[in-house]
């Protein structure tokens, strides 16, 4: 069984478009993240959701948006896609602050 | 602001060599630590963590990782590498884990070729 699993696994799309990414994870975890990596491997933390509550929100653009309707889902919705969104986009869980397990990424192309 | 450094940006080495690769954290309160490694096409997975006791700590795949709290260091160790350990480090604190915010912060990553 898969830990954290991440839709779609690649995502190419115009600039401008709305979409969105889902994550799972069924570790029974309390706390999920979501992630951007760059092209140089550079991990920057977005968003984390502790309990449906948003405890942490890093200076990103309001175009992004989670969205978790359970502990075992957080959803990560990108309106008007800009070139510079494109990156892997990785989601994981945690109980608290304890180890993070990882989703297999999501690798977003805006063209 | 806490911040995590690593110093060691790209890394090449021969197999057998030894591995040291630093980690300095700027933050005075309790941390919990965490070595992540990243191979190539996969996601992060942890090879190992410090919350308390022994500052020695052992990990997956022969890494150790030695915490030391006056130089707020948690290098990470390996006596003799193997090809197949090529992949991207990172070093992880997670700041004051006591009072639950729960911040993650990552480092930028170390890039480490083993040659055979």
């Known amino acids: 069984d898969t830990a954290v699993s991440q839709t779609p696994k690649y995502l190419v799309t115009q600039m401008g478009n709305d979409k969105s990414i889902k994550c799972e994870q069924n570790l029974g975890h309390d706390t999920m993240y979501w992630y951007k990596q760059d092209s140089k491997k550079f991990l920057k933390i977005m968003f984390s959701y502790n309990n449906k509550e948003l405890i942490i929100n890093e200076t990103v653009p309001n175009r992004f948006s989670p969205k978790s309707p359970d502990k075992a889902h957080l959803n990560l919705h990108i309106n008007s896609l800009e070139l510079g969104d494109s990156a892997v986009y990785f989601c994981?869980?945690?109980?608290?602050?304890?180890?993070?397990?990882f989703g297999p990424g999501t690798r977003l192309t805006v063209l | 602001a806490q911040s995590v450094s690593q110093h060691n940006h790209h890394v090449i080495l021969s197999e057998a060599a030894s591995l040291e690769l630093g980690c300095n954290y700027s933050?005075?309160?309790?941390?919990?630590l965490f070595w992540y490694v990243q191979y190539p096409g996969q996601h992060l997975q942890l090879l190992l963590k410090?919350?308390?006791?022994?500052?020695l700590v052992k990990g997956i795949k022969g890494f150790e990782a030695e915490f030391i709290k006056s130089k707020f260091s948690f290098n990470l160790r390996k006596p003799s590498v193997q090809w197949s350990d090529t992949a991207e480090y990172f070093c992880a604190v997670n700041a004051d884990p006591i009072s639950g915010t729960y911040k993650y912060i990552f480092g930028t990553g170390t890039r480490l070729k083993v040659l055979a």
């Open positions: 410090y919350f308390s006791g022994d500052p």
């Open positions: 994981a869980s945690s109980i608290r602050g304890d180890t993070q397990y």
């Open positions: 933050y005075g309160g309790t941390v919990n």
